[in-house]
């Protein structure tokens, strides 16, 4: 049984959307300079916040209703 297209693009844009948003988490805490209770210390590292809170939320979600689809697909 092969993957719906709707099922593989769920799936396909969430974990592009979490890779995403993980990189730029790695990235802001590394190379653009940390972050300390006030937030990040680079402007740099601002948008890197911004980036990875619009990703990594919208990324799990549709990841998670890409997963639930799939094994919704596979029980029919």
Known sequence: MSLQPDTRKF???GSALSFIGALFAA???TVFGGV???GPHTNMGWISLIILMGCLPL???SLLFGL???IGDRSR
């Open 68 to 70: 639930a689809k799939l």
């Open 59 to 61: 990324g799990l979600l």
């Open 27 to 29: 990235l802001m805490l």
């Open 11 to 13: 799936l396909t844009i």
């Open 36 to 38: 300390t209770h006030q």
